[in-house]
């Protein structure tokens, strides 16, 4: 069975950091996008940080320039190095594996979250 295993959350202050992983099993983990999505208290979820199965990287505009995307192929995981964080980063973060083998099909894994909070 698929299972994204995440560890890394806890409390911080402001200006602190956090490094986020996700591990995955029962998967092709180089085949896969990784991504991480945050969910705070009355908010949507929210992209946060994607990667490629090429490398590629993408962030979310509220991020850009604080969070880091990276992914370790020979050990099926991928991490979000979190700097200089603010309280407004609160949130529950989701690790999701996504396959698009095709252009009219795809399949995707969520993990089970991860809670970070930042506050003084």
């Known amino acids: 069975q698929v299972q994204l295993v995440e560890s890394g959350g806890g409390l911080v202050q402001p200006g602190g950091s956090l490094r986020l992983s996700c591990a995955a099993s029962?998967?092709?983990?180089?085949?896969?996008?990784m991504e991480w999505y945050r969910q705070a208290p009355g908010k949507q979820r929210e992209l946060v940080a994607s990667?490629?199965?090429?490398?590629?990287?993408k962030y979310g505009d509220s991020v850009n320039g604080r969070f880091t995307i990276s992914r370790d192929n020979a050990k099926n995981t991928v991490y979000l190095q979190m700097n200089s964080l603010k309280p407004e980063d609160t949130a529950v973060y989701y690790c999701?594996?996504?396959?698009?083998?095709?252009?009219?099909?795809?399949?995707?894994?969520w993990g089970q979250g991860t809670q970070a909070t930042v506050s003084s």
């Open positions: 029962g998967i092709i983990f180089r085949l896969y996008n």
């Open positions: 999701n594996a996504l396959f698009l083998p095709t252009m009219s099909s795809s399949q995707n894994y």
């Open positions: 990667i490629s199965r090429g490398g590629s990287t």
